[in-house]
């Protein structure tokens, strides 16, 4: 008998089932995948470039109108010819100009601010020298300026504050910048280091001095200046002339005049003590009754937080940190000082990481049982195999392609696993079958099964890979955000191809040539098929053959369409809710706190402090940390709404931390949902806006719904974003408007009569 001709993929088995070098590489595969697992850094969210930048240009004493016309338009004109920017947003505030810029997903960080750095700077000359118009700050923000990990640090002693807290948070920020990995160590909440000076006007006006006689004693007493060179010994010594000020002690011994012959000391007409000025910011921190925090339920306190460099693993950072912290308390940390970790990327990104991974190998194992209960034990260990090698494989093109390990690239594996094992299975079940068929050795049979399935298992691998690489090419931030998906899965059926036709023929050669199917095993298939086939001929045989058939396929059809139909209709009725995807339970959600335009930062704080007691009665809640008048720690979310400008008294923020999600029934949505009305009643009793902002699931956007409304004139825009904030507002199923229209709020302005001014001799500026 001929030899039957062989395709490409039965050549390839041909030339691999044997040969030394297909355990070599399936090997190989193995370990280069084990050390992807290892060395791919592991991240709570997927690296994307998105980069924003916020220009902020200082016109002192202009009004808002001034501000436009002369330095927000002419720059936001120059700024929108930047290559590759998608958005230029500005406001125009008395005495400053905001602009935020941002670029298109994609861009890499470097290059985006190159150019906007070269569009800032290159274009100083909109504004005449003489203007009074400020250099420009610009202030770039990218996925990497989100901390992976928050330490809360506060203290019930009354004999410290937050002037003590900041000294111990600034001593542990230049130790931990030692940890490699980490980029940014800084601190919210911390007062301003100062020395304040509290002046006595009855002692000022006995010695004969006056405030200005200070101001210039202090200001002269504290600069330092290039001297020159002095030259001896054929040495050239720079001379620099005086010192700063370096402490309360030193400045309260300055001498600003003299009296009678005796010199007049600070000390003499003023109070000198070392802390803060009046506060512009409130952080503290708060549990729950019995869930061991502060005695009083809140105490005062600064948060540390820390950023890591780009492609480092958050978690090796995260728990290299939390070791050192454990080492400086009792050395740098004093007794009576607490440190909570409030944030910790690493562990959680760890926790979804391991999950994933066990949920990725129990898939893996229900494939293999299923092959074991169809086709027997030794197919299964091929199948297992090829699936593992293929995985390993997969995790090892992953990290070339510079992906993470994190929820999303982890979720490809678990949603291609089905289609990942279709090749092995198609394989080994081919040579099973001729295997039963007899009459040819296995390693005859072997190429011969696989030439069989060869050609339709190529098409079905590229068909499925035609399916999924679209979506790697979605624009905006949900592209590169699930990139991940269609590019893993695509490689993963590439690769489960390649160990299809290399190493499963290899393994079924070793693993099934002692096993021949006995004369009661073919009986036993035989069965099988029978009953299978029996039922088969029962469900169809009414639809096919009789004189009934068409009207029962007719009326089979109309079953379809009717259920069909019904699917469609559950979404219509609202009984089933579209959405993007679904929600992720969480341990953490933020309370977004904007006060009315002119309240005060005590108010705030106040606002603040009675949600949080609101929010003792929830259990699920572990500890919160206020903010009044800064921002907490942003996440990916707060990076995109641009959470980090929120820094005036009207701004609040709340973070709120959860108990494990093991140890509570409710889902961090649900809780969600619960609390919002509670505290949204607080924040009407002040006329404040309160959000409740939770992690998404998915890339974050401004929200859900965001109207932008394009004019000339600015009052106009102004009426008809009220007018279509209030249709919003009636509406309701929308929450939480918002909107970028400031309110007025009350400002007082001092006109000098120049002329009268100067006849007393004075002038403006004094």
């Not at 390839?12 to 084990?34: C, K, M, N, Y």
């Not at 562990?347 to 049982?369: C, G, R």
């Amino acid at each position: 008998m001929n030899a039957p001709h062989l395709g490409f993929a039965g050549r390839v088995a041909r030339v691999f089932q044997e040969h030394p070098l297909t355990p070599i590489l399936a090997l190989a595969a193995l370990l280069v995948g084990l050390m992807a697992l290892t060395i791919t850094p592991r991240e709570e969210e997927p690296q994307i470039d998105v980069t924003m930048a916020n220009v902020i240009v200082p016109f002192p004493g202009a009004d808002v109108q001034d501000v436009e016309n002369l330095v927000t338009s002419p720059l936001e004109q120059k700024l929108a010819g930047i290559d590759g920017l998608k958005h230029v947003y500005s406001a125009s505030r008395p005495g400053m100009a905001l602009l935020t810029v941002e670029f298109k997903v994609g861009v890499p960080r470097q290059t985006a601010l190159v150019r906007l750095y070269n569009q800032v700077f290159q274009n100083r000359d909109l504004w005449p020298p003489n203007l009074g118009v400020g250099q420009p700050l610009v202030r770039a923000m990218g996925i990497d300026d989100v901390p992976v990990l928050a330490l809360t640090l506060w203290t019930d002693d009354p004999a410290r504050g937050p002037t003590d807290l900041s000294e111990v948070a600034h001593t542990l920020e230049t130790d931990l910048k030692h940890i490699p990995g980490t980029r940014d160590v800084y601190t919210t909440g911390a007062p301003d280091r100062a020395v304040v000076v509290q002046m006595d006007p009855a002692k000022l006006a006995a010695y004969g001095m006056s405030l200005d006689d200070l101001a210039h004693s202090l200001k002269a007493a504290n600069v330092v200046t290039q001297a020159g060179d002095r030259v001896a010994g054929d040495r050239d010594v720079p001379v620099t002339a005086g010192t700063f000020l370096a402490g309360a002690d030193e400045i309260a011994q300055l001498v600003i005049g003299l009296k009678d012959g005796q010199p007049v000391f600070l000390s003499d007409v003023a109070t000198i003590r070392r802390g803060a000025d009046l506060p512009d910011q409130y952080v503290w921190f708060g549990t729950p009754p019995g869930k061991g925090g502060p005695a009083t339920g809140m105490a005062p306190a600064v948060t540390m937080v820390v950023t890591k460099l780009s492609g480092t693993n958050a978690a090796d950072i995260t728990q290299a940190i939390r070791q050192r912290i454990k080492a400086l308390e009792g050395v740098v940390i004093p007794a009576g000082v607490h440190v909570v970790v409030t944030r910790d990327y690493g562990e959680t990104s760890t926790a979804k990481a391991d999950l994933l991974i066990h949920k990725l190998m129990f898939a893996t194992l229900s494939v293999v049982l299923l092959v074991l209960l169809t086709l027997g034990w030794r197919e299964a260990i091929v199948v297992g195999s090829a699936v593992i090698i293929t995985l390993m494989l997969t995790l090892f093109a992953s990290w070339a392609m510079g992906f993470t390990i994190n929820r999303v690239s982890l979720f490809a594996l678990i949603f291609s696993i089905g289609i990942l094992v279709d090749d092995a299975i198609v394989v080994v079940e081919n040579i099973h079958r001729h295997m039963a068929l007899g009459g040819r050795s296995l390693r005859e049979a072997i190429p011969e099964a696989v030439s069989e399935v060869g050609g339709p298992t190529i098409l079905a691998t590229f068909t499925v890979i035609a399916a999924l690489l679209p979506m790697a090419f979605v624009s905006g931030l949900m592209g590169p955000y699930m990139r991940p998906i269609p590019i893993n899965a695509s490689a993963g059926m590439l690769l489960s191809l390649a160990v299809a036709l290399v190493v499963t023929p290899w393994l079924a050669l070793k693993l099934l040539r002692h096993h021949h199917l006995s004369k009661s095993e073919d009986e036993r298939e035989a069965v099988r098929g029978g009953r299978l086939l029996r039922l088969f001929r029962r469900l169809m045989t009414p639809f096919i053959g009789g004189g009934h058939a068409p009207r029962r396929r007719r009326l089979l059809f109309a079953a379809m369409g009717a259920l069909v139909l019904a699917a469609a209709g559950l979404v219509v009725v609202k009984a089933v809710v579209l959405k993007m995807l679904p929600f992720d339970n969480k341990s953490e959600f933020q309370v977004v706190v904007d006060m009315p335009e002119g309240s005060t930062l005590e108010t705030t704080d106040q606002l603040l402090t009675q949600m949080a007691h609101a929010l003792d009665r929830v259990q699920e809640v572990m500890n919160y940390q206020g903010y009044a008048g800064t921002a907490a720690p942003i996440t990916f979310n707060g990076l995109v709404r641009q959470y980090y400008l929120r820094s005036g008294p009207i701004d609040g923020d709340l973070q709120v931390n959860l108990v494990d999600k093991h140890d509570r029934k409710r889902q961090s949505h649900q809780i969600a949902l619960a609390v919002r009305p509670m505290l949204a009643k607080i924040g009407a009793r002040y006329g404040a806006s309160v959000k409740v902002v939770e992690v998404p699931p998915g890339p974050p956007v401004l929200a859900p719904i965001v109207a932008e409304i394009y004019g000339p004139d600015y009052s106009t825009l102004r009426k008809l974003a009220l007018g279509l904030e209030k249709d919003f507002r009636s509406d309701p199923d929308i929450v939480d408007i918002d909107s970028s229209v400031e309110a007025d709020s009350p400002r007082a302005v001092v006109v000098v009569d120049r002329a009268r001014a100067a006849h007393l001799g004075l002038d403006q500026a004094g």
